[in-house]
């Protein structure tokens, strides 16, 4: 069955550092979304990518973190200049055509930033 | 701001049990998905219900959508130590919207 891939699987930072999350969302896919989880917390949403565009972001996705589909494959959520707060596990997701306008969302494995 | 509750937070019984989780909010939800999550993993889709009233069913696990669209059950028939993990529901307020609004989840724990 196909699913969402995400690399590294583990990432550590120093505070300031660039990071590159990277996903290969299901192939057949068009909808794309980052999602972030710190320990003990809630899930939450951070972006949506459609036809090589945001749709939608949430507060949280201020100016330090950008989203980006560099080719038919992969779709990455970079963060230019890290805090110690932006430590989480980062959830990468993604939704088929939706017929029904409803997209379920499919998550991969997830990548744990560790910023030190 | 949207808010997804889940009851109870925690949950341990004996397997053969039956057990019903709850997720409850103020807002209209246009669909609602439930997940299960193992620890250091991403969500696992189990299920999405779009209808007013919908009950669906994946073998022991019932799903329902509240009439108002504003809560959902789990329930859980003759609980398996496999069926231990954290369980959490997730909406979407707006139809066409991107956005999931997660509950904070709950972990259930089936003893042998």
């Known amino acids: 069955e196909p699913e969402v891939t995400q690399t590294p699987s583990h990432q550590v930072t120093q505070m300031g550092q660039e990071v590159i999350l990277r996903c290969v969302p299901i192939s057949n896919h068009l909808y794309f979304y980052w999602y972030r989880q710190i320990l003990g917390q809630k899930v939450e949403f951070l972006v949506s990518?459609?036809?090589?565009?945001?749709?939608?972001k949430s507060e949280i996705f201020d100016d330090q973190f950008s989203v980006e589909r560099p080719d038919g494959s992969n779709f990455t959520l970079k963060i230019r200049s890290t805090k110690l707060e932006d430590s989480a596990m980062y959830f990468c997701?993604?939704?088929?055509?939706?017929?029904?306008?409803?997209?379920?969302?499919?998550f991969g494995p997830g990548t744990r930033l560790t910023v030190t | 701001t949207q808010l997804l509750e889940q009851s109870p937070q925690f949950l341990s019984i004996q397997e053969g049990e039956n057990l019903t989780v709850y997720c409850n909010s103020s807002s209209v939800f246009s669909s609602l998905q439930w997940y299960r999550q193992e620890p250091g993993e991403g969500p696992v889709l189990l299920v999405t219900?779009?209808?007013?009233?919908e009950v669906k069913k994946l073998k022991r696990l019932t799903f329902q959508f509240g009439d108002a669209r504003k809560d959902s059950s789990l329930h859980i028939t003759a609980a398996q130590t496999g069926d231990t993990g954290l369980y959490l529901c997730?909406?979407?307020?707006?139809?066409?919207?991107?956005?999931?609004?997660f509950g904070q989840g709950t972990r259930l724990t089936i003893n042998p």
């Open positions: 997730a909406g979407r307020v707006i139809q066409g919207a991107q956005k999931l609004v």
């Open positions: 219900v779009v209808t007013g009233g």
């Open positions: 997701a993604s939704s088929p055509r939706g017929g029904t306008g409803n997209r379920e969302q499919y």
């Open positions: 990518f459609y036809n090589n565009e945001i749709s939608e």
